[in-house]
């Protein structure tokens, strides 16, 4: 039985599980899943065994994380459309469980998805987190040399599908409430002016709401696509009674829709060295909105 003492290192070291789990599983609900499913463990385990708790913690998350994802990978082999990672809020109103924006950027949990579940758990590890190739090698119960290679690997599969260079956060900020004005205000023009001409849109409905089922491609169209949301109907929502706000999504600035008592859909952007807008991820999938609605949306 958990002492007193063990639900405090437990509580102590809890935002660094969910952290870990999050970005190696790119969904807030099974990373919570992860975590508890750790404290069960910790609960019943030998502790006077344990030297380090934050090895030992650590090596139950990522376990735990990476039986969900080879599971969950599964899944994700008949999901209606593409599939996005759950977004989570990263601002002030948050949780503090998710530091350093890069690693649990949109784009960045999107390219992690294309690692294997050992290649990702062992980047997150080392890449994010500076935990020691001895420290993985036990957390993902592996040789050293194995953890060895498939950082190597997943470090050089990171690099060649992010941008070497992006617009600093200033930038990103002050292109994104253009793009808010442009969107909210039906401008076609000012919304290209801000898009690279190859701008690729990913919309994730998961089969629940009505979105695109492939990718959309190239300036005009994404420009026009969103340009309507002020004049469509959607999710059952008229314009009028439909929210749209700037907010802080996965460490970097987003628009979230809503309606009264729901969460619709969150937007956020890859950018280039220049700041114009090279992806959108458009997420609206309602189960994958639930720590965004959790976060902002008063409980009963």
Do not use: C
């Amino acid at each position: 039985m958990a002492t007193d003492d063990d639900q405090r290192v437990f509580r102590d070291h809890r935002n660094l599980l969910f952290s870990v789990a999050y970005r190696v599983l790119g969904s807030a609900a099974d990373a919570e899943d992860a975590v508890q499913d750790t404290w069960l463990k910790w609960s019943a385990a030998d502790r006077s065994q344990v030297a380090d708790p934050r090895a030992y913690l650590t090596r139950i998350v990522t376990n735990e994380a990476l039986a969900q994802l080879r599971s969950a990978r599964r899944k994700r082999e008949s999901y209606v459309g593409p599939w996005l990672p759950e977004p989570i809020l990263t601002g002030r109103d948050a949780a503090d469980a998710v530091t350093d924006a890069e690693s649990v950027s949109m784009a960045m949990l999107v390219v992690l998805e294309t690692l294997s579940p050992l290649e990702r758990a062992v980047f997150v590890l080392r890449e994010v987190f500076d935990f020691g190739y001895p420290e993985i090698a036990e957390a993902v119960e592996r040789s050293e040399p194995a953890v060895r290679q498939a950082a190597h690997r997943a470090r050089a599969h990171v690099r060649a599908r992010r941008p070497r260079f992006t617009a600093d956060r200033s930038r990103q900020r002050e292109v994104t409430e253009r793009f808010f004005a442009a969107a909210t205000g039906g401008d076609v023009n000012a919304l290209m002016e801000l898009l690279s001409p190859d701008v690729t849109l990913w919309t994730d409905g998961g089969g629940k709401v009505r979105q695109a089922l492939r990718p959309v491609v190239g300036a005009r169209t994404v420009a026009s696509w969103f340009a309507a949301i002020g004049t469509v109907t959607y999710q059952g929502v008229d314009p009028a009674d439909m929210r749209a706000e700037l907010v802080e999504i996965n460490g970097g600035p987003g628009i979230l829709f809503s309606a009264p008592g729901r969460v619709i859909a969150t937007v956020t952007f890859d950018f280039d060295a220049e700041g114009r807008v090279t992806a959108i991820h458009n997420v609206a999938n309602p189960d994958k909105l639930r720590a965004i609605a959790d976060a902002i949306v008063p409980r009963p």
